[in-house]
């Protein structure tokens, strides 16, 4: 188990780094804010699979019974120097919302030794073992960013179809052709992740773009802000998904408790929600 210092370390850390590494807008609100953000320690920790890098934490709803289980998926350029923790205040947030949060952590390019498709296959593992024999508690998805990259391919697996899923991608990447041919510090990050050119494994490229598949048997929604220059809004289109675009939205916005940004978000998880309770009726 992680300890408090270890956390803290690691959270300056991802600061300092995407501090140096991107540029906000002026309305956009920075990554430092988001993890300055008040949060309370998290309850259990589940470990996946044969890595360090293969658990999930957990923050218990504050309220009996919970409103539904949320399980979030982390950004950060699907790189090793970025983990979990510099969203756990938004995932705490949600535990104290009413929600059964959890924060699934995986290997990712570098040194903790993930990659295409090894980060997908730990985010689908990880997914099933916090699910395990349960197909009736209402589930969320969340994902940021790469983290949403990852979670709109998980939503492709078969056990969406005999559990109550939904999947809320927020800032997601999603052609990975197209983001690979950007310029920012994450984009670039893109052939590292892949482990080849797009020219050079073009089924991959396609393999691992949401926007090439077809989400119209899946309950997706994407949030993307219009002032994000990390993720450019033409990643919010895929096929299937309910699209919101936001102005005045930046990357990070999502993560911040009570902004505008994520106020909507709040009020999709509630409509998400009512979907999947509809849905079991």
């Known amino acids: 188990m992680l300890s408090p210092s270890s956390h803290l370390i690691a959270r300056i850390v991802v600061i300092v780094a995407l501090s140096f590494s991107v540029m906000t807008t002026e309305s956009a609100i920075p990554l430092s804010k ?10 259990q920790r589940l470990d996946y699979g044969p890595s360090e890098h293969n658990f999930a934490l957990r923050w218990t709803a504050q ?9 979030y998926v982390h950004g950060g350029c699907w790189l090793s120097e970025f983990d979990h923790t510099h969203a756990d205040s938004f995932v705490s947030h949600l535990g104290e919302s009413g929600f059964d949060a959890w924060t699934l952590e ?4 570098g040194t903790t ?3 295409w498709p090894t980060s997908l296959l730990d985010v689908q593992q990880g997914i099933k073992a916090i699910l395990g024999d349960d197909t009736v508690t209402p589930t969320i998805i969340i994902g940021h960013s790469a ?17 109550p899923v939904a999947t809320v991608a927020l800032a ?13 510090s994450c984009q ?3 052939v590292p992740f892949m482990g080849a050119a797009p020219h050079e494994q073009p089924d991959a490229y396609r393999e691992a773009s949401p926007s090439a598949w077809d989400y ?4 997706v929604w994407i949030l993307q802000g219009i002032d994000d220059i990390i993720v450019p809004k033409e990643q919010a289109n895929v096929l299937g998904a309910k699209s919101l675009l936001l102005p005045s939205v930046g990357h990070f916005d999502w993560l911040m408790i009570d902004s505008a940004a994520h106020r909507e978000l709040m009020d999709v998880l509630k409509t998400a929600l009512t979907t999947l309770e509809h849905q079991q009726k």
């Open 188 to 190: 670039q990050g893109t």
């Open 34 to 43: 988001v993890v300055a953000q008040p949060l309370s320690p998290f309850d």
């Open 106 to 109: 995986y290997r990712r390019t």
């Open 216 to 219: 119209t048997d899946r309950l």
């Open 147 to 163: 983290g949403g990259h990852l979670a709109l391919l998980a939503a492709r697996s078969e056990w969406h179809r005999q559990t």
């Open 113 to 115: 030794g993930g990659g």
């Open 63 to 71: 309220q009996t019974p919970a409103k539904a289980r949320v399980i």
């Open 172 to 184: 997601p990447i999603t052609d990975m052709v197209a983001y690979a041919m950007g310029k920012n």
